[in-house]
T-cell receptor, first 114, second 114 residues
Framework: DGGITQSPKYLFRKEGQNVTLSCEQN?????MYWYRQDPGQGLRLIYY???????QKGDIAEGYSVSREKKESFPLTVTSAQKNPTAFYLC?????????????FGPGTRLTVT | AQTVTQSQPEMSVQEAETVTLSCTYDTSESDYYLFWYKQPPSRQMILVIRQEAYKQQNATENRFSVNFQKAAKSFSLKISDSQLGDAAMYFCAYRSWNTDKLIFGTGTRLQVFP
C-alpha cells in the first residue's frame, strides 16, 4: 500500500533533549513537508523540501532542523532550542511543481516534552 | 501575505440534514488553489475537495460541494445528507500558484447528531 508513515505515534522526552521524528513515504513524491498543530490553531509549516538535498524554512522553523538525504525520507529534529515543543506533528508529501494538487498526510506524531 | 479565516469554531447538524462551513481568504493573486481537509478523531488529515481559482464551476465530490465566490474571496463547504462519520475538524487551506506551501485556517469542529 502506498502512503506516508510516521513513527512513533506517541513520543515522550525530557526537556533539554533533542528528539527526531520519522517520516517515510513510498508514493514517489518529490516534495515533503512538516507541520505543527496546536489546539485551536490550524497547521503551521515548519520546513519543506521540494527535492533531495534541498529544503526551505517554513513559518515556524526556529528550534527545528531537517534533512533530505533520500527521496522517501524527511526526518524532523526538535532541538532543545524549541521553547514549546509539545504539539502534534504532521508530515505530508506531494508531487511538487506548479500544477501540484493536494498534499497527502501521514497519521502524525504526538510529542510531549516534560 | 495570504491569510485564511474560518469564523465558525464549532458547528452542529442533524443526521441527513445539510450544513455549510464558511471560509474566507485574503490574497492579491489571481491564480491559486483552495482546499477543504477533514481531520477526524484519528487526526489523519484527509482531502475532501479542491478548487482551482481559474475554474468558474464549483467543485463537487459526492455529498460535498463548494460555493466559490472569487470576487468576495469566499470558499464555503456544503455537506449534504450529513452522516455520523462526517463529524470532524474541517480545515480550509490556500495554495498560491507558484508555491507548494499550504496556508491553513484555524478549523471548524463539526458535530453530527443522530
Amino acid at each position: 500500500d502506498g502512503g506516508i508513515t510516521q513513527s512513533p505515534k506517541y513520543l515522550f522526552r525530557k526537556e533539554g533533549q533533542n528528539v527526531t521524528l520519522s517520516c517515510e513515504q513510498n508514493l514517489n513524491h518529490d516534495a515533503m513537508y512538516w507541520y505543527r498543530q496546536d489546539p485551536g490553531q490550524g497547521l503551521r509549516l515548519i520546513y519543506y523540501s521540494q527535492i533531495v538535498n534541498d529544503f526551505q524554512k517554513g513559518d515556524i522553523a526556529e528550534g527545528y532542523s531537517v534533512s533530505r538525504e533520500k527521496k522517501e525520507s524527511f526526518p524532523l529534529t526538535v532541538t532543545s532550542a524549541q521553547k514549546n515543543p509539545t504539539a502534534f506533528y504532521l508530515c505530508a508529501s506531494s508531487w511538487g511543481g506548479r500544477r501540484t494538487y493536494e498534499q497527502y498526510f501521514g497519521p502524525g506524531t504526538r510529542l510531549t516534552v516534560t | 501575505a495570504q491569510t485564511v479565516t474560518q469564523s465558525q469554531p464549532e458547528m452542529s447538524v442533524q443526521e441527513a440534514e445539510t450544513v455549510t462551513l464558511s471560509c474566507t481568504y485574503d490574497t492579491s493573486e489571481s491564480d491559486y488553489y483552495l482546499f477543504w481537509y477533514k481531520q477526524p478523531p484519528s487526526r489523519q488529515m484527509i482531502l475532501v475537495i479542491r478548487q482551482e481559482a481559474y475554474k468558474q464551476q464549483n467543485a463537487t465530490e459526492n455529498r460535498f460541494s463548494v460555493n466559490f465566490q472569487k470576487a468576495a474571496k469566499s470558499f464555503s463547504l456544503k455537506i449534504s445528507d450529513s452522516q455520523l462519520g462526517d463529524a470532524a475538524m474541517y480545515f480550509c487551506a490556500y495554495r498560491s500558484w507558484n508555491t507548494d506551501k499550504l496556508i491553513f485556517g484555524t478549523g471548524t469542529r463539526l458535530q453530527v447528531f443522530p
